[in-house]
Every structure is written in structure tokens, then in C-alpha cells.
């Protein structure tokens, strides 16, 4: 039997700092609606869908800074979402700020979580690779202090979800082959990935016209090597005077864009994902269990660079 998955990409253009929770949820719950009504099983919404893109400014009150973060999910804002999920049944992906106390002790991450048809949260992902730097650095035209903001979470699960295995990453993860490999070896069938990611690169300005085109090459190079959809959403546009890519897009196993929003604004790219096609990937060119040699493959764990080992320590002569 065929495991088909009804994906819609929900993008979002730019969330004003002055909106409120309740007014970008009502945007979330239209693209839900839309969603259904176009026979979706799933909406994936970006990364930090809740709130503008903070880190983008540098913040000393920590009660401001605290303001953007979620303190529970669902809260009394985002109920609404949760409501309308199990009502419509339809799942979806949201990324967000979380705060929460781990053994007492007050932590921060760039959050997503993965929530079904019936409105409760099956999974959870915390932001691996944080870009950016912990400093305020004034000759930015604009910060990237995610570094500052949130810590890193532990490593790249997946989920036995939607008839699939299911796993999540966000933004800047997308870059790194590692994170698409991990879950890979997990076999996991689509990977869900929200993203914010400015066309201005401050260190590396002649990036700036390959945004787009790296946006898409690192998703469809991580979906073809694995075997797995991937489901790339974007908060998109001029949000508080920093231009943001879109390119929201489905890709499938093969690594073809399947699906994609054409503008910077909300937007649904809707595509049909049987996940059965990950097999001809995943049992052919790219089987992991007859083809992959670990054993070649130690400095990949062994290393953090070409100067420092895993620990911090620098790499000897």
C-alpha cells in the first residue's frame, strides 16, 4: 500500500515586531485552512514563525529579549493552531523560540516541533548548528546573534509519523551534510526544515546573489544523497529593513524541486510525496548498509576542523 503525504510549504512574509502572537497565529491558521482545503496532511511553517527574526538586533534587557520566547506549547496564543489541527486533521511544523528550566537551570533554543492530525506534539528538535557570533558587532548593518540568544540542542532525531519516518532541522542545519546523514541513517523519509536567512551575508557580501542558489543546492544534495523528501519553508521579504530570501520548495528523493512559492509573501507550494520513492534511493545507489565504509570515516567525528579536534583541543602535527 502506497504512503502517500499531502505537503503544503507554508511561507510566511515579513512578521512586524508590533504584531502580536494572536495576529501572525491568525496568519498560520489561514495557510492551515488553505492547506486543508487543498488536501493536505501536513503544513510546515519556518523557522521562528511566531515572532520577527530577533536576533538580528543586539538586546541587553533580558526581559526584552525573553518577550520573543515561548514559555509553553501550546500556549494561550498558539491554542488556537493546536485547535484547529485536530479539528481539520491536519498536522503541521512550527518553529519558535523556547525557553524552559532543565534541572532547574533557565535555557534557550531555536525550537521546532512536529504535531499530528489529532493536535499533539510528537517530536521536538533544538537548533544544531548556531550561525552568527555572541558579540554585538556595530559595523554589521544588522546582527546575527543567535549564538548569543540560544544554545545548541542535542542531536538530529526522527519520528515514526504521517506513515513515515519524519525528521526536522532548521535553518543554518541545511547547510551541513551532517545533519541530513544523521537522520539518514535513521531512515528517515522527509526531512522538514524551516529557515530565515537574510540575501545580505555581512562577512562575505559576494555570497549575496548565490543565496537562493545555495538555498536550494545544500536541500537537494542532502535529499538525493539520503533518499528523503525535504520540505525547505522560508519567513520571507523585507521584515524590519532586512531582506530575506524565499525559495520555500518540496524536494523530492531524486533531488528535483517538486514544488515552490513564486513570491516573498504567505504562500503555499502544495506537492503529493509518496514516500515509497525513497526506497529506490535508499535500496540502490545510496544503501547505506552495502555501500557505506565507516571505517574511512573517523576524522569526521574525530575533528571539529582542519586545527581542532572533536574537544576543542588543536589538531597535533
Not at 502572537?21 to 493536505?40: I, Y
Request: glycine share 10%.
Amino acid at each position: 500500500m502506497a504512503r502517500f503525504v499531502n505537503v503544503a510549504a507554508g511561507q510566511l512574509g515579513p512578521i512586524a515586531r508590533r504584531e502580536s502572537r494572536t495576529e501572525v497565529v491568525a496568519r498560520l491558521v489561514a495557510l492551515m485552512r488553505q492547506a486543508k482545503a487543498n488536501g493536505c496532511d501536513l503544513i510546515v511553517y519556518p523557522e521562528l514563525a511566531l515572532t520577527t527574526f530577533f536576533p538580528r538586533w543586539y538586546f541587553e534587557d533580558q526581559a526584552e529579549i525573553d518577550s520573543f520566547f515561548e514559555r509553553e506549547m501550546p500556549g494561550p496564543e498558539t491554542r488556537a493552531l493546536f485547535d484547529l489541527a485536530s479539528e481539520l486533521g491536519i498536522g503541521f511544523y512550527l518553529g519558535y523560540a523556547e525557553l524552559t528550566a532543565e534541572a532547574g537551570i533557565v535555557r534557550r533554543y531555536n525550537t521546532s516541533i512536529l504535531v499530528d492530525k489529532s493536535g499533539a506534539i510528537v517530536a521536538k528538535y533544538r537548533k544544531v548548528h548556531l550561525p552568527g557570533h555572541a558579540e554585538h558587532e556595530p559595523w554589521r548593518e544588522f546582527q546575527h546573534l543567535e549564538k548569543r540568544y540560544f544554545e545548541p540542542g542535542s542531536g538530529f532525531g526522527v519520528a515514526d509519523a504521517f506513515g513515515g519516518m519524519m525528521g526536522m532541522a532548521i535553518c543554518n542545519d541545511r547547510r551541513w551534510s551532517e545533519t541530513y546523514r544523521v537522520m539518514g541513517l535513521q531512515g528517515v523519509e522527509m526531512v522538514m526544515i524551516g529557515y530565515n536567512t537574510p540575501v545580505h551575508n555581512p562577512p562575505a557580501p559576494e555570497h549575496d546573489d548565490l543565496s537562493l542558489f545555495h538555498n536550494h543546492l545544500v536541500m537537494q544534495s542532502g535529499a538525493y544523497q539520503n533518499g528523503t523528501f525535504v520540505v525547505g519553508v522560508a519567513k520571507a521579504g523585507v521584515e524590519e529593513g532586512v531582506d530575506h530570501i524565499g525559495g520555500s520548495c518540496i524536494i523530492a528523493p531524486s533531488g528535483e524541486i517538486i514544488a515552490r512559492c513564486t513570491t516573498k509573501g504567505d504562500e503555499l507550494a502544495l506537492a503529493r510525496c509518496d514516500l515509497d520513492l525513497c526506497s529506490s534511493y535508499k535500496r540502490t545507489t545510496f544503501n547505506f548498509d552495502v555501500h557505506r565504509q565507516p571505517r574511512a570515516y573517523g576524522m569526521i567525528v574525530e575533528r571539529k576542523g582542519v586545527t581542532t579536534m572533536a574537544d576543542g583541543t588543536p589538531v597535533k602535527g
